[in-house]
């Protein structure tokens, strides 16, 4: 079983930025195959965003590409979503998620075994 938490959400104009965090607990090496995902009010949950593998292969939505940073701390058990640059189109409700098949795509939501709570991120304009 593996248990995720999100934190590090909030309220932020845009040009802001915020980390988000992601703690992981009850399985080992879960951070080598993390996805961050969000999903804002009346639209489907979409990628943000992998890393993968011990060599730490990095996947991003083409919208977040330079603005979003994915990170990890292995001796935190913790993924990190360092966004910069915000913008109002990044609302949304942000989850992180462990996908336990490191062959499946990194990209589907319905790859992944295990989910979050999820954390709010709102942008104001």
């Known amino acids: 079983q593996v248990q995720l938490a999100e934190s590090g959400g909030g309220l932020v104009q845009a040009g802001g930025s915020l980390r988000l965090s992601c703690a992981a607990s009850?399985?080992?090496?879960?951070?080598?195959?993390m996805g961050w995902f969000r999903q804002a009010p009346g639209k489907e949950r979409e990628f943000v965003g992998a890393?993968?593998?011990?060599?730490?292969?990095?996947l991003y939505r083409e919208s977040v590409k330079g603005r979003f940073t994915i990170s990890r701390d292995d001796a935190k058990n913790t993924v990190y979503l360092q966004m910069d640059s915000l913008n109002t189109e990044d609302t949304a409700v942000y989850y992180c998620?462990?996908?336990?098949?490191?062959?499946?795509?990194?990209?589907?939501?319905?790859?992944?075994?295990?989910w979050g709570q999820g954390t709010q991120v709102t942008v104001s304009s």
């Open positions: 998620a462990f996908k336990a098949n490191r062959f499946l795509s990194a990209t589907n939501p319905a790859n992944y075994n295990y």
């Open positions: 890393i993968t593998g011990s060599n730490d292969n990095l």
């Open positions: 009850g399985r080992t090496f879960v951070l080598y195959n």
